[in-house]
């Protein structure tokens, strides 16, 4: 089973910040997902990267597979990315119907 | 852009009854997957379906849960007597073959009295 570990758990910054939150994993995996979740519940999907960087808007995401560690970059932080982000990770390397095993969040507040 | 529905938002039921959860994946997905969160805590694997058959399932997906897809749309979760502990919300899934990216319904908040 993979175990999958974030950090840091709780983040508050000020807007207009450079945010990094960091996950690790212990099994090799095919892809690593970040997803956020919004204070309604829900949950979106921000990435599902297996190699190198992803960038969508202000958000950058990348992974190294060798070290089995990936960060989520926020830039020019802004109060409305308030929310709680996750690492997601399937429980090996091949592909399928795999479910996910989720971090525990990182809750990331910012103040204007 | 397409997206996963899930019926009730909200679903409050007594103690041992039995409650089914209803989802819509998108329609051109093949992978579904159904996923808790208790209140306060992380996300958690129930179990996913493929090609009319369960595929993976986890240690909390008991006798007590059932999953179905009634036709061609409809994807259920059916807990069958309720628990306390049963209160959770409750999340689908839906994704493509070759890793695809999984896509979440908001999700149905299950409030077991």
């Keep these: ?6 950090s840091p758990q ?38 599902m990267l297996s ?17 089995k560690h990936s960060s989520l ?31 525990k969040g990182t809750h990331l507040i910012i103040q204007p | 852009e397409p997206e996963v529905t899930q019926t009730p938002s909200h679903q409050v039921t007594q103690m041992g009854q039995e409650v089914i959860l209803r ?6 997905h093949l992978y579904f ?8 805590q992380k996300v958690e694997f129930l179990v996913s379906f493929y090609n009319n058959e369960i595929s993976e399932k986890s ?8 999953v179905e897809r009634p036709d061609g749309s409809n994807f259920t979760l059916k807990i069958r007597s309720t628990k306390l502990e049963d209160s959770a919300m409750y999340f689908c899934a839906s994704s493509n073959p070759g890793w ?3 896509h979440f319904g908001d999700g149905t908040r299950l409030s077991i009295l």
């Design chain 2, 100 to 102: 695809g990216s999984q």
């Design chain 2, 59 to 66: 240690e909390i997906f008991d006798d007590q849960f059932s």
């Design chain 1, 73 to 103: 970059h926020i830039t020019a932080s802004h109060p409305r990315d308030s929310a709680v982000y996750i690492c997601a990770v399937p429980p090996h390397s091949g592909g399928g119907a795999d479910g996910l095993t989720f971090g």
């Design chain 1, 51 to 67: 190699s190198g960087k992803k960038k969508h808007g202000r958000l950058i995401a990348t992974i190294n597979i060798q070290e």
């Design chain 2, 33 to 40: 997957y159904w996923y808790r969160q208790i209140l306060g």
């Design chain 1, 10 to 47: 709780n983040l508050t910054a000020q807007e207009g910040e450079f945010i990094t939150i960091n996950c690790s994993y212990s099994v090799g995996i095919s892809a690593l997902h970040w997803l956020q979740q919004h204070p309604g519940g829900g949950i979106v999907s921000l990435f």
């Design chain 2, 23 to 28: 989802c819509v994946p998108i329609s051109n």
């Design chain 1, 1 to 6: 089973k993979n175990e999958v570990e974030q």
